[in-house]
């Protein structure tokens, strides 16, 4: 009788095991698909420079005004497009443009990403987003 308690004991600890893995499996890859997102997007605006090439300094002081429209290729629409795709793919997504001079440009993508509970410096636990970026440096 003892022997299955602790059969009982160990297969629960097992599974709590595997619980467990499974729920950070679940945040890693949520994760990973945010910075996949990211990279899709700083590609898309960066391709976007490209093909306005001529007017890619541009980008760098547009802000995102009105509503996407796919077929048009200004640089406001590119801005206003690129803003709207991050808003609508990531999170509190945003992204901006530095312009570094001699055809170099800073690519900077934003959002905010969900770590579950977590200590604050003071040691108090909270639940919220973390903020995350990752950044490209482009010459055209």
């Not at 579950?116 to 639940?127: E, F, H, I, V």
Request: charged share 15%; glycine share 8%.
């Amino acid at each position: 009788m003892i022997e299955a308690l602790v059969a009982i004991l160990i297969l629960a600890i097992g599974l709590l095991g595997l619980a467990f893995l499974q729920a950070q499996g679940l945040k890693f890859n949520t994760s990973a698909y945010a910075r996949t997102q990211a990279s899709i997007l700083a590609s898309d605006i960066i391709d976007r420079m490209r093909i306005n090439a001529g007017e890619a300094t541009v980008y760098a002081t547009t802000s995102a005004s009105g509503t996407c429209d796919p077929t048009a290729t200004t640089v406001q629409n590119d801005i206003t497009c690129w803003s709207s795709l991050l808003a609508a793919a990531l999170p509190g997504g945003s992204g901006s443009i530095a312009d570094l001079g001699g055809n170099a440009f800073t690519i900077t993508v934003s959002w905010q990403e969900r770590l579950g509970a977590r200590l604050n410096s003071d040691t108090t636990a909270t639940s919220g987003l973390v903020p995350r970026n990752v950044t490209w440096r482009v010459e055209l």
